[in-house]
């Protein structure tokens, strides 16, 4: 008897149990609106700038804390026989062109000395019907004739191949000069160098980063459950201060809000019964000093400032 009583009373408290911790489950997981505090992370809006082939380095690259601008050259890499090439390429060129004014040139003469044969022809032709000359003068200058025709039609055919050869030396220039663009690096945004990973004279691979160049202030990254997630807001305000000084407080703009997992530890037990996400917020930080990989408290919920 005192054994059965002691089982009722065991599973009435397993019973309490299990729902005090489903009803604690439920209360955690609903959102309930109140202020909460999480932690954030500092992180940095960087751009690594590289070349597209590889080579030695050649200038000097800058050093950390140095500003670049937009467009700015950062360093170039040798490539031996480009500049001799394009020099090469360019004489070439210039050949082609003077060889096609010199054909220009044979034409125009071929036609005023066929002009020049016409007229003595048509003059002879007239003798002949007159009988003073022979027919056999008109005849040959009709073969002269024939003769300067052809020597026309020969050069014509010529500015064809002349210009296939300025197209294929174009073609070829035209490498030349974008291989030496390749080996100058511009900076695609203006920044602050935070890192140099190469020196004047080091060999480089393609893709290898030559600086890591900070394009916009550091920006803090908050990691909210779904269930919290109304305390953020995107264009409100929250307050943060680094984790080591909580005396230093100041604002952050909630910038984006972006599912981050299909999943949370735990689910829902409620009326939902899919995984809860967890949400990445982008935060920008107004008015206080911020640096990469620095931790910060974000305090949110709370009722936004009156006016």
């Not at 044969?117 to 002949?128: F, I, N, S, T």
């Not at 305390?231 to 307050?239: C, D, E, P, Q």
């Not at 599912?259 to 019964?273: D, H, I, V, Y």
Request: charged fraction near 25%; avoid cysteine.
């Amino acid at each position: 008897m005192v054994k059965r009583v002691l089982w009722i009373l065991l599973a009435i408290a397993v019973a309490v149990a299990g729902a005090w911790g489903y009803g604690e489950l439920v209360r955690r997981e609903n959102d309930s609106g109140q202020p909460l505090r999480l932690l954030a992370i500092a992180e940095e809006q960087s751009l690594a700038v590289s070349f597209s082939r590889r080579g030695r380095l050649t200038t000097r690259v800058p050093e950390e804390g140095e500003t670049i601008a937009a467009g700015q050259e950062v360093a170039r890499i040798e490539e031996p026989g480009l500049t001799e090439d394009a020099t090469d390429i360019e004489r070439q060129i210039s050949q082609v062109q003077a060889r096609d004014a010199m054909r220009l040139q044979e034409i125009e003469k071929l036609k005023a000395q066929s002009a020049s044969v016409q007229a003595d022809e048509r003059r002879y032709a007239k003798l002949v019907s007159e009988g003073v000359a022979p027919a056999a003068m008109q005849e040959s200058l009709q073969h002269q004739l024939e003769a300067i025709a052809a020597d026309i039609r020969a050069h014509e055919k010529e500015q064809g191949q002349l210009e296939a050869e300025r197209e294929a030396l174009a073609v070829r220039l035209d490498k030349v000069r974008h291989f030496e663009k390749e080996g100058v690096l511009a900076s695609p945004a203006g920044g602050v160098v935070l890192t140099r990973h190469h020196r004047q004279g080091e060999w480089v691979e393609p893709g290898q980063p030559i600086v890591t160049l900070q394009i916009a202030e550091p920006y803090l990254r908050v990691e909210v459950p779904e269930e919290r997630l109304s305390a953020f807001v995107v264009g409100r305000n929250v307050t943060v201060w680094p984790q080591a000084r909580p005396d230093a407080r100041f604002q952050a703009k909630v910038v984006s809000i972006k599912p981050r997992s299909e999943f949370a530890t735990r689910k829902n037990w409620g009326l939902q019964s899919r995984d809860l996400q967890t949400f990445s917020v982008r935060l920008q930080p107004l008015n206080g000093a911020v640096v990469s990989g620095q931790a910060f408290v974000v305090e949110a919920g709370l009722p936004p400032p009156k006016a």
